[in-house]
């Protein structure tokens, strides 16, 4: 159980374009769903939480005009990346936590994102 | 603000050996602390998960223990195994926000 997706796994886009990565929680409701990101070499950095039907609350330093979050749905999140640079290029990961799960946070297997 | 510092940030050790990885933290008033395991170019596996009033927990060949006063969290793996080798990383749930601080990760590597 517990379950939580990611869609797609790798993407490579042109520089300019705008990318829609889909976090989804297939066996449980998520609540509340976190987008972390993670550079070469480096640690996971939390971008933000959002919780179903409430607008995304961004950690500082991430600008929420260029990383649209929504989470729309108990079981489905989305990130985009809006007018993606080179250095957007990154791991980004998801996690999900539900009521009634200990507000443990199950994470998604992560979206290699290439900007060229 | 939590700071989570990961000691060693590599390590290559020979088969069978047991194997001890540090976690320390700067706020002690912590929700919970969980290890994690990536391979490379991959996602996150968790493999234990303690929460604030806890010790310890086992799973296998892995024990990870908390001392919450000292800031300090270890992940003792028994009988290393060249599959075994990845990074791994310790993450902290700060209490009243549940969001997670990872450490910047140790970098295993099981020699057979």
């Known amino acids: 159980g517990a379950v939580v997706s990611q869609h797609p796994s790798w993407v490579i886009c042109k520089s300019g374009t705008s990318v829609k990565i889909e976090c989804r929680s297939l066996d449980f409701q998520a609540t509340t769903m976190f987008w972390y990101r993670q550079f070469p070499k480096q640690s996971l950095m939390l971008m933000a939480t959002?919780?179903?039907?409430?607008?995304?609350?961004?950690e500082q330093g991430v600008e929420k005009d260029k990383f649209l979050i929504n989470h729309a749905s108990l079981t489905l999140s989305t990130l985009t990346v809006t007018s993606a640079h080179p250095e957007d290029s990154s791991f980004y990961i998801c996690?999900?936590?539900?009521?009634?799960?200990?507000?443990?946070?199950?994470f998604g297997p992560g979206t290699r994102l290439t900007v060229l | 603000k939590q700071e989570v510092t990961q000691i060693p940030a590599a390590l290559s050790v020979p088969e069978g050996e047991n194997l001890v990885l540090n976690c320390s933290f700067t706020d002690s008033a912590i929700y919970n602390l969980q290890w994690f395991r990536q391979d490379p170019g991959k996602g996150l596996t968790s493999l234990l998960l303690i929460q604030s009033s806890q010790r310890e927990q086992t799973s296998g060949r892995l024990n990870a223990s908390l001392d919450k006063s000292s800031g300090r969290s270890t992940l003792y793996i028994a009988a290393s195994q060249p599959g075994d080798s990845a990074t791994y990383l310790c993450a902290v749930a700060t209490s009243g926000t549940y969001k997670y601080i990872f450490g910047t990760g140790t970098r295993l590597k099981v020699l057979a």
């Open positions: 959002s919780n179903e039907g409430s607008k995304a609350t961004y």
């Open positions: 996690s999900a936590s539900g009521q009634g799960m200990g507000d443990t946070q199950y």
